[in-house]
């Protein structure tokens, strides 16, 4: 069982930065790949970023190529977001994720979630 607890979030004006961190219980965390999802109310959840199991293979969506960047580092079970440039509609709320991959896949559901933490971004 993995335990995933996301934190960071925060509010920012747009233009800046925001790091978001994913600390995981369990041993075999280094062996999943992570990924970063967001959601507003009253829609889909969506893809951010994904990192493999070892951090040598990251995956990003168009909206934050560039942007955002995800990192890991399996000593410590933790999955990093960097955000900078921020825009409006980066406003979320961001969850962190693991599935029982090394590699991500857009069309395998994660095996687990985090709480979620906010972030918002005003103009």
């Known amino acids: 069982q993995v335990q995933l607890v996301e934190s960071g979030g925060g509010l920012v004006q747009a233009g800046g930065s925001l790091r978001l961190s994913c600390a995981a219980s369990?041993?075999?965390?280094?062996?999943?790949?992570v990924g970063w999802f967001r959601q507003a109310p009253g829609k889909e959840r969506e893809f951010v970023a994904a990192?493999?199991?070892?951090?040598?293979?990251?995956e990003y969506a168009d909206s934050v190529k560039g942007r955002f960047t995800i990192s890991r580092d399996n000593a410590k079970n933790t999955v990093d977001l960097q955000m900078s440039s921020l825009k409006p509609e980066d406003t979320d709320v961001y969850y962190c994720?693991?599935?029982?991959?090394?590699?991500?896949?857009?069309?395998?559901?994660?095996?687990?979630w985090g709480q979620g933490t906010q972030v918002t971004v005003s103009s």
């Open positions: 994720s693991a599935t029982k991959r090394r590699y991500y896949a857009k069309n395998v559901t994660p095996d687990y």
């Open positions: 369990g041993r075999t965390f280094s062996n999943y790949a």
């Open positions: 990192i493999s199991w070892s951090g040598s293979s990251t």
